[in-house]
């Protein structure tokens, strides 16, 4: 029976977990995350966070980012990781946030040229309610208060997959498969006197992306050697979103269901519309980092990257698409104090990361932009034999814009790596 | 958050639509229904006959029928037709007639739902035979309360073809010739406590003799008594003559059977979205002033056939059939009516109902003798308005 307890204990730990991890989301965010597909994630694990990348530059270790497919086959354990992230948006509108976890990923190395991982990891999210001020509506010598509200929740997530090998004695390359899946649930409410009107939607997403990453050791030599990355991405098959569109009723017992008391009623309303949408999220991406060694284990980043959607969305599915994000442009400049290979002591094991970025994100709607500036902080400690290693990030900005003044922004994020020997041929016992 | 959400997703609108035609059609009254019983003349309309159908089996016991009575051990000693007067006073007590249809072999003399002055003639009426007069009578429910009857003898109906299984157990009550005051009874409607429905009611001895083979012997007597209650009941209503108003504008009125057909055709090019959700729907119909109405209840309801109506038409019958589940109902108020037809449109748009228009008719509480009269399209200001309040995405 004792060999249940720990068992028992995780499952335990697990519960709480996953029962945490889905309460946490049940947060508002930024308005952003309002607006076309929602807020793009662009840092998924801590080691980036802290060093305000976007995932090209080596974060994590000396020349490995777990966001970077190309850099895998420097580790030197399978690692199986997993990242926390919490978000919080502080405004003159208000304080939002969002948590929840950002990242999991499997990664190993196979040999020392490749290397072979997939993992999952949000694309966009979408975690908002918005309301609007009260609007009077004249008829018939009668005045109507109506006010609008849109309450919604969901977003596009990533499945991916990436194989990592040589293409000559400094280059390399890795390509990667995004498969692109996701949802929405929407809710827009009207309010008419006592009378509340719902309209349910949903939106359910699917497509896939190609990366090929890119890295040249042609430079790292003398005194300051460098390591060159490139990324550059684009659209397999453009998103598609099946729209589900539910009858509106009025909400005539205000339970927020759709029941048999409201109106019109359930038995008489014809099939949900389902219309498919084709094109509607058309990336491409495009980014490039500088990895200066400066001296043992000290290095300086430099991370320029674009991203860009071309898709085409339609109006109607999203009203608040005039300040949807559709390009985004990052430049961060960071160091990292990393740890040696073999480490013994505590203050070898640790590791420091901090960076500074400006972005611009540039609305769907012509000449509107927002801008955002600010630093991060984080240190990692390696820990087993295996190098395990946990990692806590520290971001904050302020962004600035049409629509948006002196927005602060902060991002915390945990991660945790740990390792495992794979496709390693045991010695006999 | 706060956004500016104008462009939303679901949008509040409203429209006032015209364009309603509506035509006038008469049936002959439909009042099988009604909780009071008539007979003589009102204001134009006479009521010639009432009909009752008795009950087969006895309100006490189904093991009592009509025709235990025939059995040799029955001894009848008296039976009454009984029906409760509506009155307040008794000065001139009235004697009517009582009549029932020995020459009918079956029991289709008449149906309290279809049966009318044009399908019941005098020659129906003709073919009755009589039975016994009663009048008029008070008698104390309480030591407060009186109330009035008719009691008609009624021993003759069980030594006649009346109990006979085979036969129809139908009545019919007339008011002597040269009487056309106007009498009312309570229906089997008014009361379902029954304590006022008309009904036979049979006085008699059973006799019981210990050995059933040999009736010479000693014999034990009960003395009992059953009732039965109509199951079906009906004024014969003769309406009267037609006026001007009653076919020039859209009319109704229970009396006189007056209904009227309402298209609304736009409704076919309206092109509102799919989903669209009614919040509102009211036809307004203002009425030719009449300062008699007091009040007036009418349902509309949405046909189910195509009806080709030009004009004001006489029909046997009414076979325009209505969606059961989408009555609506309006009363006069201000000198308008308004149908909240919210849950027609609502059908209408999700294609659920065609667009065959409404058929107006009045409620079965109204007075018999009210009509009211709407404007029709044509009215320079007072013509018939369609007020659609709607959300759609």
Same mark, same amino acid.
């Given at each position: 029976?004792?060999?249940?307890?720990?068992?028992?204990?995780?499952?335990?730990?697990?519960?709480?977990? /996953?029962?945490?991890?889905?309460?946490?989301?049940?947060?508002?965010?930024?308005?952003?995350?309002?607006?076309?597909?929602?807020?793009?994630?662009?840092?998924?694990?801590?080691?980036?966070?802290?060093?305000?990348?976007?995932?090209?530059?080596?974060?994590?270790?000396?020349?490995?980012?777990?966001?970077?497919?190309?850099?895998?086959?420097?580790?030197?354990?399978?690692?199986?990781?997993?990242?926390?992230?919490?978000?919080?948006?502080?405004?003159?509108?208000?304080?939002?946030?969002? $948590?929840?976890?950002?990242?999991?990923?499997?990664?190993?190395?196979?040999?020392?040229?490749?290397?072979?991982?997939?993992?999952?990891?949000?694309?966009?999210?979408?975690?908002?309610?918005?309301?609007?001020?009260?609007?009077?509506?004249?008829?018939?010598?009668?005045?109507?208060?109506?006010?609008?509200?849109?309450?919604?929740?969901?977003?596009? *997530?990533?499945?991916?997959?990436?194989?990592?090998?040589?293409?000559?004695?400094?280059?390399?390359?890795?390509?990667?498969?995004?498969?692109?899946?996701?949802?929405?649930?929407?809710?827009?409410?009207?309010?008419?006197?006592?009378?509340?009107?719902?309209?349910?939607?949903?939106?359910?997403?699917?497509?896939?992306?190609?990366?090929?990453?890119?890295?040249?050791?042609?430079?790292?030599?003398?005194?300051?050697?460098?390591?060159?990355?490139?990324?550059?991405?684009?659209?397999?098959?453009?998103?598609?979103?099946?729209?589900?569109?539910?009858?509106?009723?009025?909400?005539?017992?205000?339970?927020?269901?759709?029941?048999?008391?409201?109106?019109?009623?359930?038995?008489?309303?014809?099939?949900?519309?389902?219309?498919?949408?084709?094109?509607?999220?058309?990336?491409?991406?495009?980014?490039?980092?500088?990895?200066?060694?400066?001296?043992?284990?000290?290095?300086?980043?430099?991370?320029?990257?674009?991203?860009?959607?071309?898709?085409?969305?339609?109006? $109607?599915?999203?009203?608040?698409?005039?300040?949807?994000?559709?390009? *985004?442009?990052?430049?961060?400049?960071?160091?990292?104090?990393?740890?040696?290979?073999?480490?013994?002591?505590?203050?070898?094991?640790?590791?420091?990361?901090?960076? /500074?970025?400006?972005?611009?994100?540039?609305?769907?709607?012509?000449?509107?932009?927002?801008?955002?500036?600010?630093?991060?902080?984080?240190?990692? /400690?390696?820990?087993?034999?295996?190098?395990?290693?946990?990692?806590?990030?520290?971001?904050?900005?302020?962004?600035?814009?049409?629509?948006?003044?002196?927005?602060?922004?902060?991002?915390?994020?945990?991660?945790?790596?740990?390792?495992?020997?794979?496709?390693?041929?045991?010695?006999?016992? | 958050?706060?956004? &500016?959400?104008?462009?939303?997703?679901?949008?509040?609108?409203?429209?006032?639509?015209?364009?309603?035609?509506?035509?006038?059609?008469?049936?002959?009254?439909?009042?099988?229904?009604?909780?009071?019983?008539?007979?003589?003349?009102?204001?134009?309309?006479?009521?010639?006959?009432?009909?009752?159908?008795?009950?087969?089996?006895?309100?006490?016991?189904?093991?009592?029928?009509?025709?235990?009575?025939?059995?040799?051990?029955?001894?009848?000693?008296?039976?009454?037709?009984?029906?409760?007067?509506?009155?307040?006073?008794?000065?001139?007590?009235?004697?009517?007639?009582?009549?029932?249809?020995?020459?009918?072999?079956?029991?289709?003399?008449?149906?309290?739902?279809?049966?009318?002055?044009?399908?019941? !003639?005098?020659?129906?009426?003709?073919?009755?035979?009589?039975?016994?007069?009663?009048?008029?009578?008070?008698?104390?429910?309480?030591?407060?309360?009186?109330?009035?009857?008719?009691?008609?003898?009624?021993?003759?109906?069980?030594?006649?073809?009346?109990?006979?299984?085979?036969?129809?157990?139908?009545?019919?009550?007339?008011?002597?010739?040269?009487?056309?005051?106007?009498?009312?009874?309570?229906?089997?409607?008014?009361?379902?406590?029954?304590?006022?429905?008309?009904?036979?009611?049979?006085?008699?001895?059973?006799?019981?003799?210990?050995?059933?083979?040999?009736?010479?012997?000693?014999?034990?007597?009960? !003395?009992?008594?059953?009732?039965?209650?109509?199951?079906? &009941?009906?004024?014969?209503?003769?309406?009267?003559?037609?006026?001007?108003?009653?076919?020039?504008?859209?009319?109704?009125?229970?009396?006189?059977?007056?209904?009227?057909?309402?298209?609304? &055709?736009?409704?076919?090019?309206?092109?509102?979205?799919?989903?669209?959700?009614?919040?509102?729907?009211?036809?307004?119909?203002?009425?030719?002033?009449?300062?008699?109405?007091?009040?007036?209840?009418?349902?509309?309801?949405?046909?189910?056939?195509?009806?080709?109506?030009?004009?004001?038409? !006489?029909?046997?019958?009414?076979?325009?059939?209505?969606?059961?589940?989408?009555?609506?109902?309006?009363?006069?108020?201000?000198?308008?009516?308004?149908?909240?037809?919210?849950?027609?449109?609502?059908?209408?748009?999700?294609?659920?109902?065609?667009?065959?228009?409404?058929?107006?008719?009045?409620?079965?509480?109204?007075?018999?003798?009210?009509?009211?009269?709407?404007?029709?399209?044509?009215?320079?200001?007072?013509?018939?308005?369609?007020?659609?309040?709607?959300?759609?995405?």
């Amino acid at each position: 029976m004792i060999h249940y307890i720990p068992n028992y204990l995780s499952n335990m730990w697990l519960r709480r977990f /996953i029962i945490f991890s889905i309460i946490s989301f049940a947060y508002g965010q930024s308005i952003h995350n309002a607006y076309g597909l929602g807020l793009i994630s662009f840092n998924h694990n801590a080691a980036d966070a802290a060093m305000s990348s976007r995932g090209i530059i080596p974060t994590l270790n000396q020349h490995i980012s777990l966001s970077n497919p190309v850099t895998w086959n420097n580790l030197k354990f399978a690692y199986l990781t997993g990242n926390y992230t919490g978000n919080e948006f502080t405004s003159d509108d208000g304080e939002n946030g969002l $948590t929840g976890i950002s990242s999991a990923q499997f990664a190993v190395p196979i040999g020392e040229k490749y290397a072979w991982g997939f993992g999952v990891k949000p694309l966009f999210n979408q975690q908002y309610l918005i309301e609007d001020d009260q609007a009077e509506f004249y008829v018939q010598d009668d005045t109507l208060i109506t006010k609008r509200s849109v309450d919604g929740s969901g977003g596009i *997530s990533i499945f991916y997959t990436a194989l990592r090998f040589p293409v000559s004695a400094m280059e390399n390359i890795a390509i990667e498969l995004d498969i692109l899946f996701g949802s929405l649930r929407k809710d827009s409410k009207l309010s008419i006197d006592q009378s509340v009107y719902h309209f349910f939607q949903r939106h359910l997403y699917s497509g896939s992306l190609y990366k090929i990453h890119f890295s040249s050791a042609r430079l790292n030599s003398g005194k300051y050697p460098l390591n060159i990355y490139a990324t550059f991405g684009g659209v397999l098959n453009s998103l598609k979103l099946k729209h589900h569109s539910f009858q509106p009723f009025e909400d005539v017992n205000l339970n927020g269901y759709y029941d048999g008391e409201d109106n019109p009623s359930p038995a008489i309303i014809p099939s949900i519309e389902i219309d498919i949408y084709d094109n509607i999220f058309k990336p491409t991406e495009l980014g490039i980092g500088f990895d200066w060694t400066l001296n043992s284990g000290l290095h300086m980043m430099l991370e320029m990257h674009n991203w860009q959607d071309t898709g085409k969305k339609n109006q $109607t599915l999203y009203p608040l698409l005039s300040h949807y994000v559709n390009q *985004s442009q990052q430049v961060s400049l960071s160091f990292a104090k990393f740890s040696p290979e073999i480490a013994f002591k505590l203050s070898q094991k640790m590791q420091y990361r901090g960076g /500074i970025y400006l972005r611009t994100d540039k609305m769907e709607e012509k000449g509107f932009q927002v801008n955002e500036m600010g630093i991060s902080l984080g240190f990692g /400690i390696k820990f087993g034999v295996a190098n395990n290693q946990i990692d806590f990030a520290y971001r904050h900005g302020i962004r600035s814009g049409d629509f948006i003044q002196n927005e602060n922004i902060q991002l915390f994020t945990v991660g945790l790596q740990l390792g495992d020997l794979w496709f390693v041929k045991r010695r006999p016992k | 958050m706060h956004a &500016d959400l104008s462009d939303g997703e679901l949008d509040l609108a409203v429209k006032e639509l015209y364009g309603i035609d509506g035509v006038t059609y008469q049936i002959p009254p439909s009042i099988g229904n009604k909780t009071r019983l008539h007979l003589g003349t009102d204001e134009g309309f006479n009521y010639k006959a009432l009909l009752f159908k008795s009950s087969f089996i006895s309100n006490e016991s189904f093991y009592w029928t009509l025709s235990s009575f025939l059995d040799s051990t029955v001894h009848i000693d008296s039976a009454f037709f009984t029906i409760n007067v509506h009155r307040d006073t008794l000065e001139t007590p009235t004697t009517f007639e009582l009549y029932y249809f020995p020459d009918n072999a079956l029991d289709s003399i008449f149906s309290e739902a279809e049966s009318n002055y044009l399908n019941f !003639t005098d020659t129906e009426i003709a073919a009755a035979s009589f039975v016994s007069n009663g009048t008029e009578e008070s008698y104390a429910v309480d030591t407060i309360t009186t109330q009035y009857r008719v009691r008609f003898p009624a021993e003759e109906l069980f030594d006649s073809t009346f109990a006979d299984t085979s036969l129809n157990y139908s009545l019919l009550l007339t008011l002597p010739d040269g009487d056309d005051e106007l009498h009312t009874f309570y229906s089997r409607e008014y009361d379902y406590t029954n304590v006022l429905t008309p009904k036979l009611e049979i006085y008699f001895r059973l006799f019981t003799y210990p050995d059933s083979a040999d009736t010479s012997q000693d014999v034990n007597i009960d !003395t009992l008594s059953r009732s039965f209650y109509v199951s079906q &009941d009906l004024s014969l209503l003769v309406p009267p003559e037609l006026t001007e108003q009653d076919t020039a504008f859209v009319s109704i009125g229970r009396g006189k059977g007056l209904r009227s057909v309402i298209s609304m &055709d736009f409704l076919d090019t309206l092109q509102l979205p799919n989903q669209t959700s009614f919040d509102k729907a009211e036809l307004t119909f203002h009425i030719v002033p009449d300062t008699n109405i007091a009040s007036f209840s009418i349902w509309a309801a949405p046909l189910t056939d195509t009806v080709s109506l030009s004009s004001f038409k !006489t029909f046997e019958e009414d076979d325009f059939s209505v969606e059961g589940s989408m009555y609506s109902s309006g009363s006069v108020l201000n000198n308008k009516v308004v149908f909240n037809i919210r849950n027609f449109l609502q059908n209408q748009n999700f294609e659920n109902v065609d667009n065959l228009g409404l058929k107006l008719y009045a409620n079965i509480n109204n007075n018999l003798q009210t009509d009211v009269h709407f404007y029709s399209a044509d009215h320079d200001s007072l013509y018939p308005k369609l007020f659609i309040q709607y959300v759609a995405p």
